[in-house]
């Protein structure tokens, strides 16, 4: 995990979803207006770390990542629990995103061991497989949202309540009514291009 300052991430993380187009309070979002993160999340793909933006290619992103942040100041019991989605806004191309929201992985009770080192428990069964991002190589980049969620306590849910993990049954996820629904609060964002091995800018 990074010493960066929470308010120094917060100010970056701002910043490029800007740039990114996916401005808080936007409907494409998923990120409630003047939203501001209460823990950084550090997302690592066999070494290569997800830096709010910056680019990986199909090779590097083929294993699930290491997923790691702090608790957050106000959890003096450690009782709280997190979901982690991570969504494609651009499928099946940047051009023609018919498919948005393409689930990619949904991990709920995410629980972080010590304050220290971000080292994250996972207390629940996954209800979304990781399925790694593959953007052909005639897309332009991909963005890939990794959105950590607080849950509700108590929060207990079936794959069938996220939707089937056949790869048509991944597509047009609605995250904005199964957050609402399950009352989930975003917590935190880290978000990554994605492109095919062979893409040329």
Do not use: C
Not at 7 to 36: D, H, N
Not at 37 to 54: A, I, K, W
Not at 74 to 87: F, K, Q, R, V
Request: hydrophobic share 40%; proline share 8%; net charge negative.
């Amino acid at each position: 995990m990074s010493a960066t300052p929470l308010s120094s991430f917060a100010q970056v993380l701002t910043s490029s979803l800007a740039e990114a187009k996916l401005v808080p309070g936007s409907a494409e979002a998923l990120i409630p207006r003047g939203f501001e993160p209460t823990t950084r999340l550090g997302v690592s793909f066999e070494g290569r770390d997800v830096e709010l933006g910056n680019l990986l290619r199909v090779s590097e992103v083929k294993q699930a990542p290491f997923v790691s942040f702090e608790a957050e100041a106000g959890d003096s019991s450690g009782d709280a629990s997190y979901m982690l989605l991570l969504i494609d806004p651009d499928a099946p191309t940047p051009d023609d995103p018919k498919f948005a929201f393409w689930r990619h992985w949904v991990l709920p009770g995410l629980r972080p061991l010590t304050s220290a080192d971000g080292i994250v428990a996972q207390t629940k069964p996954v209800l979304t497989e990781y399925l790694a991002p593959g953007p052909k190589d005639d897309s332009k980049p991909h963005r890939y949202l990794f959105l950590l969620f607080r849950e509700p306590h108590g929060l207990t849910l079936t794959k069938e309540d996220v939707g089937g993990e056949e790869f048509v049954q991944r597509r047009s996820f609605d995250p904005v009514t199964f957050v609402e629904k399950h009352q989930l609060q975003l917590v935190s964002v880290n978000w990554m291009k994605g492109a095919g091995d062979g893409w040329k800018e």
